[in-house]
Nanobody, 117 residues
């Protein structure tokens, strides 16, 4: 079993910054492709940023140049640095992991990000 726990959400004014963290624990040997998704009220969950199995990164067009995903493998942690935040970035942000040893996908519980105008 794998657990993903997010933190770092909150309320910020437009133009501000937040950094989200996601710590993985449990049976996580063998590596994983980690990513961040978000879901705004009334909308479908969408990919924000992620690592591929090759370790490269990809971003949604809407956050390209403003958000940065990074990771600390030794700490089993992935981060999402969010700069120049906009009200339309308001959503619940979820950490997602595809773990190579089992092929299973796990989600965190989500953390709320609210950007005021």
């Amino acid at each position: 079993q794998v657990q993903l726990v997010e933190s770092g959400g909150g309320l910020v004014q437009a133009g501000g910054s937040l950094r989200l963290s996601c710590v993985a624990s449990g049976r996580i040997f063998g590596g994983a492709a980690m990513g961040w998704y978000r879901q705004a009220p009334g909308k479908e969950r969408e990919m924000v940023a992620g690592f591929t199995s090759l370790g490269t990164t990809n971003y949604a067009d809407s956050v390209q140049g403003r958000f940065t995903i990074s990771r600390d493998i030794a700490k089993n942690t992935v981060y999402l640095q969010m700069d120049s935040l906009k009200p339309e970035d308001t959503a619940v942000y979820y950490c997602r992991g595809l773990f190579f040893n089992t092929g299973a996908i796990y989600w965190g519980q989500g953390t709320q990000v609210t950007v005021s105008s």
